[in-house]
C-alpha cells in the first residue's frame, strides 16, 4: 500500500461524521492562503470574490466548510495578524461557526492549527476596530484533518481531506519544507523560480498527487473531495470518485463545490461587467449538478 493510501485510511478512520440528507446545503472551498496584506499575500486579489461569495451562501443558509490552507502559515508566523487583516472575512466565518454553519480542515501550509492551544490562543477571539472591542471569533473550535459527509437515506458517503495525505515533502517532511519555503523559495519566487516541492506550482508534483488521490477514491469506491493542488475535478459518474473544489487563488476568480438537494456542482465566482459597464461579481455554475447516487449506481 503507498504512503498516501495508508494516510488517507487513516484519514477515515479518525474523520468527524456528519449526517447529511437531500435538504442539506454545504459549500466546500480551500486553498485560500490568507495572508497579512503584503506583497506576497496571495489571497489579496480575491478577497472581494470570496466575501461576496460566502455572504451569498450565509443568505441561503448553506455550511461552509474549508478544505485546508485558509491561512498561509508557512510564509507567515503570526495567525492573529492574519486575522487582524483579514478581519471582515473572519468576522463572517465568525457568523457561520454562531450558526453551527462552518466548519475548518488543516492542510499542509497551515498545519499548527492541528494544536488546539495555538488555534485557541490566535483564534478564540479577535479585536473588532469598528466597536473597539474583543468579540467572540471561534471559541471550542477543534480543527480537524479530515470530515465524512454520510448521506442518510442513500448510503452515500463523502471523505474530506485536504489533499496532502503522505506527500513525502508536504506532510512527512512538513517542517522542513516549511522552512525552505519560508527562507529559500520565497525570495527565489520573486526572482521567477517555482517551488519545486508544492503541488500547486509544479506541474509533475500535482499529476502524480491526483494519481494517487483519484486512485485511493477509486480503490475503496468513496467520494474524496480535496484541495491541494489547486486544481478542479469533476468527475462523471462512472469515470471517477476525485472531486476537487480548485482554490480561491486562481487569478481573477475562485472556485468551490456545491451540496444541495443530494447533488454536487463545482461554480466559480469572478467580476462580470454589465451592458452599462457596472461591475458586479457573479456566480457561473461550470459543471454539474450531478445527484451523489448516481455515483453510487455506477460502481
Not at 485546508?68 to 463572517?92: A, M, T, Y
Not at 479585536?127 to 471561534?138: H, I, P, V
Not at 456542482?265 to 467580476?271: E, I
Amino acid at each position: 500500500m503507498s504512503r498516501t493510501g495508508k494516510k488517507l485510511d487513516q484519514a477515515y478512520k479518525k474523520a468527524l461524521c456528519l449526517p447529511i440528507d437531500k435538504r442539506s446545503r454545504i459549500v466546500l472551498m480551500s486553498d485560500c492562503h490568507r495572508g497579512i496584506g503584503n506583497w506576497g499575500d496571495n489571497f489579496q486579489p480575491n478577497q472581494n470574490l470570496f466575501f461576496a461569495a460566502l455572504q451569498h451562501y450565509s443568505r441561503k443558509n448553506f455550511t461552509y466548510i474549508e478544505l485546508g490552507d485558509g491561512d498561509e502559515l508557512w510564509e507567515n508566523r503570526n495567525l492573529g495578524e492574519i486575522v487582524r487583516i483579514h478581519s471582515n472575512q473572519f468576522w463572517l466565518m465568525g457568523e457561520f461557526y454562531k450558526r453551527g454553519r462552518f466548519y475548518m480542515l488543516f492542510g499542509n501550509h497551515d498545519r499548527k492549527k492541528e494544536c488546539e492551544k495555538y488555534f485557541k490562543s490566535n483564534c478564540h477571539s479577535y479585536y473588532c476596530e469598528t466597536e473597539e472591542q474583543m468579540k467572540s471569533l471561534f471559541p471550542d473550535m477543534k480543527v480537524q484533518e479530515s470530515i465524512r459527509l454520510q448521506e442518510i437515506h442513500s448510503g452515500v458517503e463523502l471523505l474530506l481531506v485536504h489533499g496532502h495525505q503522505g506527500d513525502f515533502w508536504n506532510d512527512t517532511m512538513w517542517k522542513l519544507t516549511r522552512f525552505l519555503v519560508r527562507y529559500l523559495w520565497r525570495p527565489l519566487e520573486l526572482a521567477g523560480c517555482n517551488d519545486p516541492t508544492s503541488a500547486a506550482k509544479n506541474y509533475t508534483r500535482k499529476e502524480k498527487t491526483e494519481k494517487r488521490l483519484a486512485a485511493w477514491a477509486s480503490e475503496h469506491k468513496t467520494l474524496l473531495v480535496a484541495g491541494h493542488t489547486h486544481r478542479a475535478s469533476f468527475p462523471k459518474p462512472g469515470e471517477g470518485y476525485y472531486f476537487n473544489d480548485g482554490s480561491c487563488v486562481h487569478p481573477r476568480c475562485i472556485t468551490a463545490l456545491e451540496l444541495e438537494c443530494g447533488a454536487i456542482s463545482l461554480v466559480k465566482w469572478c467580476t462580470r461587467v454589465r451592458e452599462d459597464n457596472v461591475l458586479y461579481i457573479g456566480r457561473e455554475v461550470l459543471e454539474g449538478p450531478v445527484a451523489l447516487e448516481e455515483y453510487i449506481r455506477k460502481i
